[in-house]
């Protein structure tokens, strides 16, 4: 058994060696693809990331009635947190409002006024998997149900747009890269054909002398990992140099998962590998 | 040992074997021998299962046709030396390689291999030329190689393919006379020919088959 694998490396190896070329295409078509799959999944999970941001700092302002006084706020500031999907509600009084106000637009935006004519207010924070528009527009009619509150604000349009832009990026960048991965798994068998071709002569005579069939396709199954070992460890290579670079020159500009290199080494194995189980088909049929 | 019973075995072009009687008995030194397209060739793909015959049956080893898997074929062909015309060398590996293949292939340990190959090339003659490439050797030598890789396996029967029709004449008789020394050891051997000046004047089994057909 161990003899067994030992010489299925050892002529894996040196198939490699002797095929230079459609290796290093092999190689090449497997680094290519995986380069273009990085780049669809880089560019997802920036805008899922920056949709995410956007989300995180929507939050529901909902205007309280003037004429509620301290320990019916206090109640109603309850009565919200008691909502399903509410993480945070924060208590904005007359005053604060007018803090902020003044803050924005200058000391002397009220004098004109003798009265402070801004409500109070709940800020109102929504836990992440509420943070969709289904979900926080039910939340928002709850809000709205209970006596004491006047009106809510959010910006419903623009939470809307997000998700529709989302779900169309998801489903383009989610068949391409399928057709990518496809396409380029095709191409791979191809090349490790014309690998398993030139050496026809060596599989032929392994069949007359009793090699079983597992055997014969054991050096070409590592062939194909290692390629798609070498093709995924070039492309992840690549992708940390870049963001390196990246992060060096404008930091906090893109958002990287350090899962992306392992994703990217075992993509090129399974490349690699089907690609050769794909090719072998051909060849050795008993 | 070796059956073949009222064999059929037709190509896809229609073209095979009509009626196939063979029968080879341990130790046994037979000539298949018939015209070019007789069928000489497809008679040992028979045996060695590369073809499946479409009536009658084959036997070897204990392994029948009829009830064969093809997950059987592997371990049926390490029982058989086969060896053809065109020695089917790799041509880019020495000598020693080209006859461990057939031990590597079936998951030796690595010291018996050794042994086992210098044993069977000092056999053969060609003890001294173990490291050598194929393209630096004779084609009488390349066919020993052929040989030795046959015979590294300890096989119950040499299926040799017309394997003297590349050599010259004295190389032919090298190569035969050194299938008579394996033969005098004791391995069976099965010798496809169209050449009748092989057989003559040498009193061996000769079974003769024209147009698909054995003639006793
Ligand atoms: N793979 C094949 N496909 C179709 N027909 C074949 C195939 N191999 C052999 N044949 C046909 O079967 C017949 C027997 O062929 P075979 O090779 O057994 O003859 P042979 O006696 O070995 O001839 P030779 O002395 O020329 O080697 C021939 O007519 C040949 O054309
Ligand atoms: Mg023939």
């Given amino acids: ?286 | 040992m070796i059956e073949l019973s009222n064999v059929k075995a037709f190509y896809p072009g229609g073209e095979g074997l009509e009626l196939v009687n063979v029968t080879v008995k341990p130790g046994e030194f037979v000539y298949l021998i018939g015209p070019s397209g007789a069928g000489k060739s497809s008679v040992l793909k028979l045996i060695y299962m590369d073809i499946k015959p479409q009536s009658g049956f084959v036997r070897v080893n204990g392994f029948n046709s009829l009830n064969m898997k093809r997950k059987q074929i592997p371990l049926l062909r390490r029982k058989l030396g086969i060896i053809f015309q065109d020695f089917k060398l790799l041509t880019d590996r020495t000598v020693f390689e080209n006859v461990a293949f057939t031990l590597n292939v079936t998951n030796s340990r690595q010291r018996d291999i050794k042994r086992k190959v210098l044993r069977v090339l000092a056999e053969v003659g060609l003890r001294h030329k173990e490291n050598k490439m194929p393209h630096e050797l004779s084609g009488g030598e390349q066919q020993r190689v052929a040989i030795a890789r046959a015979l590294v396996n300890e096989p119950i029967i040499l299926l040799a393919d017309e394997i003297t029709g590349n050599l010259d004449p004295l190389s032919e008789e090298d190569i035969i006379s050194l299938l008579e020394k394996i033969h005098a050891k004791g391995t069976a051997i099965l010798m496809a020919t169209h050449d009748n000046r092989l057989v003559r004047g040498k009193n061996r089994k000769i079974i003769r088959i024209e147009k698909g057909r054995t003639i006793n």
């Fill in chain 1, 1 to 286: 058994m161990i003899t067994g694998y030992r010489y299925a490396i050892v002529e894996g190896f040196r198939g490699l060696k002797r095929a230079k070329f459609s290796t290093s295409i092999s190689i090449f078509t497997i680094f290519l693809s995986l380069v273009i799959i990085a780049v669809f999944l880089i560019f997802i999970l920036n805008v899922h990331w920056i949709v995410a941001q956007i989300q995180s700092r929507m939050e529901l302002e909902a205007f309280i009635d003037n004429s509620y006084i301290q320990p019916q706020i206090d109640q109603l500031l309850l009565q919200i947190h008691e909502i399903e999907g509410v993480e945070e509600v924060r208590y904005i009084s007359k005053q604060e409002a007018a803090e902020i106000f003044r803050e924005q637009f200058g000391e002397d935006a009220f004098k004109i006024l003798e009265d402070n004519p801004l409500p109070a207010s709940f800020q109102i924070r929504l836990k992440p998997e509420y943070r969709s528009s289904e979900p926080t527009q039910n939340i928002f009619s709850e809000i709205l149900k209970l006596d004491g509150i006047d009106e809510i604000i959010y910006r419903h349009d623009l939470l809307m747009i997000l998700e529709r832009y989302m779900h169309i990026f998801l489903v383009v960048i989610i068949v391409m890269g399928s057709l990518l991965a496809l396409s380029s798994m095709i191409l791979v068998s191809n090349t490790i054909k014309l690998i398993i071709y030139s050496r026809r002569k060596t599989i032929e005579i392994m069949k007359l002398v009793g090699a079983t069939r597992s055997f014969i396709r054991r050096p070409f199954l590592i062939e194909g990992i290692v390629q798609g070992c070498l093709g995924g460890g070039l492309a992840a290579l690549l992708f940390y140099l870049l963001f390196k670079i990246i992060n060096i020159e404008i930091p906090n500009l893109i958002f990287v998962d350090t899962r992306i290199y392992l994703l990217l080494l075992i993509l090129g194995i399974v490349l690699g590998f089907s690609g050769s189980v794909i090719a072998l088909r051909k060849f050795i049929k008993y």
